[in-house]
């Protein structure tokens, strides 16, 4: 499944939030310094969609705030 994301780095609180067009908004402590926020956003995907890290793959968008993510799950 493909997700559009909105990386917001630098928060103060880790969260993921759904936002009302189906896409999600990350919170992520990280500084977008040496891609440590997409790690983290990485990390963050998988344990709320609960896969392997290796099943997120950011798409689009590493070095930008809105980032096309596409999460590999059985699912399809």
């Not at 993921?16 to 500084?31: I, P, W």
């Not at 983290?40 to 793959?57: D, M, N, R, T």
Request: glycine share 6%.
């Amino acid at each position: 499944m493909k997700k559009q994301i909105k990386a917001k780095p630098n928060s103060k609180k880790q969260q993921l939030v759904t936002e009302s067009d189906g896409s999600l908004t990350a919170y992520l402590k990280a500084s977008p310094v040496d891609g440590k926020a997409n790690e983290e956003l990485i990390q963050l995907l998988a344990k709320f969609f609960g896969v392997p890290k290796s099943k997120v793959v950011i798409k689009s968008g590493l070095s930008s705030r809105i980032k096309l993510v596409e999460i590999q799950t059985d699912e399809g």
